[in-house]
């Protein structure tokens, strides 16, 4: 069965934190994908990798960075967390394929006091 | 560039009555299209795609979606709502990008279902 996991489900930091999530895909997919989601915003592309040590910005890459060393680990990295990146964070992956759907992750819920 | 519209934020049934959720896209040529289901406090499940053939397509948990290209639309049907089904549901469009394919989504309808 696909399995996408994250790191955490809940997690709480201070501001100014260095804080990394983490997403591993046991399906050998190329593409991996983080996206924060925020109430009447939907999902939000942060950044997405085509390939290991590849990566490419979302929609809103500012305060985030990543890290894909091996294929199957995607890391979203708050270099020094903010109260406005509290919010839920989902991590996705998909093989380069036209109609293929992504798999996700259940989401890591991050609050930043 | 794509985008998606899901213009009901919420949307109320009763248990056992008909849903139609809507969602509207804009992209130049063909699309591929997806609805995905969030249960509360969890990651997306896709519920069915279309990207050929049929235009009426058949998903897991009873729904379908119909695309109609003269009206950039891709509507979310089920004939009888149960309570489990109250969720977060997104609407997403796929778009190539590069050598990869990128989704766009929705801003998401929640259903609520009344006993």
């Known amino acids: 069965d696909v399995k996408v996991t994250q790191s955490s489900r809940y997690l709480v930091k201070r501001t100014g934190e260095k804080v990394f999530l983490e997403c591993v895909q046991d399906?050998?997919?190329?593409?991996m994908f983080w996206y924060r989601q925020d109430p009447g915003l939907g999902l939000r592309l942060i950044y997405f990798s085509y390939d290991v040590k590849m990566k490419e910005k979302g929609d809103i890459p500012e305060g985030y960075s990543v890290s894909r060393e091996k294929k199957e680990r995607f890391s979203l990295i708050l270099e020094s967390a903010s109260t406005n990146q509290t919010s839920m964070y989902l991590c996705a992956s998909t093989p380069p394929i036209r109609g293929v759907e992504q798999y996700f992750g259940p989401g890591t819920r991050l609050t930043v006091t | 560039a794509q985008s998606v519209t899901q213009p009901d934020i919420h949307i109320t049934v009763s248990e056992g009555a008909s849903l139609e959720l809507r969602c509207n896209y804009s992209y130049g040529a063909t699309p591929y299209l997806f609805w995905y289901v969030q249960s509360p406090g969890q990651g997306l499940q896709l519920l069915l795609k279309y990207f050929s053939g049929d235009t009426l397509v058949q998903g897991i948990k009873g729904f379908e979606a119909e695309f109609k290209r003269s009206q950039s639309s891709f509507n979310l049907r089920k004939p009888s709502v149960h309570w489990s089904d109250a969720a977060e549901y997104f609407c997403a469009v796929g778009a190539q990008s590069g050598g990869s394919y990128i989704p766009t989504f929705g801003r998401g309808t929640s259903l609520i279902v009344h006993p």
């Open positions: 399906m050998d997919h190329e593409n």
